[in-house]
């Protein structure tokens, strides 16, 4: 079993930044893909960016055209903890982020996870 917990979320001006955490706990960290998703109300839950990493070794970080070149997301081997920095906010990118964990890659075309976050609040505003 793996437990994932995010926290950062908050509100923020258009063209702000906000890092959001995820923090893992319970089995191997290693075994995992580990992305973000995200939901806006009305909305279906979207993709957002996904890594793979092992000590030190990043594998592949994928994103979603909508967030790539605004947004990084990165790994903390040391502390079972992934990040999304999130630069030059939008009001659409106004959200509820999940964070997920999943021993096959996570990618734009993923529906279920192995595991999800508990979702942190990202709102946006013009």
């Known amino acids: 079993q793996v437990q994932l917990v995010e926290s950062g979320g908050g509100l923020v001006q258009a063209g702000g930044s906000l890092r959001l955490s995820c923090a893992a706990s319970g089995r191997s960290f290693s075994r995992y893909a580990m992305g973000w998703f995200r939901q806006a109300p009305g909305r279906e839950r979207e993709f957002v960016a996904a890594?793979?990493?092992?000590?030190?070794?990043?594998?592949?970080?994928d994103y979603a055209d909508s967030v790539k070149d605004r947004f990084t997301i990165s790994g903390d081997n040391a502390k079972n903890t992934v990040y999304l920095q999130m630069n030059s906010l939008k009001p659409e990118d106004t959200a509820v982020y999940y964070c997920a964990a999943d021993v096959q890659r996570i990618t734009v075309a993923t529906g279920e996870v192995d595991y999800w976050g508990q979702g942190t609040q990202v709102t946006v505003s013009s």
């Open positions: 890594i793979r990493w092992n000590n030190g070794r990043q594998y592949y970080a």
